[in-house]
């Protein structure tokens, strides 16, 4: 099975400040199709999760601008530019390439 | 507007059986490939099974904790799609959530609790 590991597991940064999480997959996820499955998956508190961004840097629609998602490969990165309060809750990158489909631990944007 | 609407969970004992379900609205659920994810009280998000379309054969993929144990399974007809569990563990105990087209839709989840 492909591990994701994301780093930090924790996160404080200020309203404003922008917050970058990393996540490696244990080996490359680029599909036979060319594409690459991997996705950033957002969680706030006492909610169902959301995705953000779909393979590795597409924003799905109604996300923010201020999202980005770069990588290839096995090294994935999620930016968020100009945090804002309601940014805040658990990241899990996720890969949909190989079932199967595995999520990274989590990181978990607090406010400082 | 796209709809997962889960139903059917509950508190059940050990070894015992649960069957979820999951009604869709709002895209082509028959274009679809379908999941389920789990999360354990305070824990983070396990993909547990998933489904495809017909053009696939309705192909069905498990994480190994539930294999053998779990059955993914959809009605076109419906636009529904179901989790049958058998002999559940108390690990099993978690909010299931049905979801759509690699993650992009989500269900507001059931919750399943496995105790004695």
């Known amino acids: 099975d492909i591990v994701m590991t994301q780093t930090p597991l924790s996160l404080s940064v200020a309203i404003g400040q922008s917050a970058s999480i990393s996540c490696k997959s244990s080996?490359?996820?680029?599909?036979?199709?060319?594409?690459?499955?991997l996705n950033w998956v957002f969680q706030s508190p006492g909610q169902s999760p959301k995705r953000l961004i779909y393979?590795?840097?597409k924003l799905d629609s109604g996300v923010p601008d201020r999202f980005s998602g770069t990588g290839s490969e096995t090294d994935f990165t999620l930016k968020i530019s100009r945090v804002e309060a309601e940014d805040l809750g658990v990241y899990y990158c996720?890969?949909?390439?190989?079932?199967?489909?595995?999520f990274g631990a989590g990181t978990k944007l607090e406010l400082k | 507007a796209v709809q997962l609407v889960e139903s059917g969970g509950g508190l059940v004992q050990p070894k015992e059986s649960l069957k979820i379900s999951c009604a869709a609205s709002?895209?082509?659920?028959?274009?679809?490939?379908m999941y389920w994810v789990r999360q354990a009280p305070g824990k983070g998000l396990e993909w547990v099974a998933r489904?495809?379309?017909?053009?696939?054969?309705?192909?069905?993929y498990y994480a190994d904790s539930v294999k053998g144990r779990f059955t993914i399974s959809r009605d076109d007809s419906k636009s529904m799609v179901y989790l049958q569990m058998d002999n559940l563990k108390t690990e099993d105990t978690a909010m299931y959530y049905c979801?759509?087209?690699?993650?992009?839709?989500w269900g507001q989840g059931t919750l399943v609790t496995v105790s004695s």
């Open positions: 979801t759509a087209s690699v993650f992009a839709y």
């Open positions: 709002g895209f082509t659920f028959s274009n679809a490939a």
């Open positions: 489904i495809r379309t017909k053009p696939n054969n309705y192909a069905t």
């Open positions: 080996q490359s996820l680029k599909y036979s199709d060319g594409k690459t499955y």
């Open positions: 393979q590795v840097s």
């Open positions: 996720c890969q949909g390439s190989y079932s199967p489909y595995t």
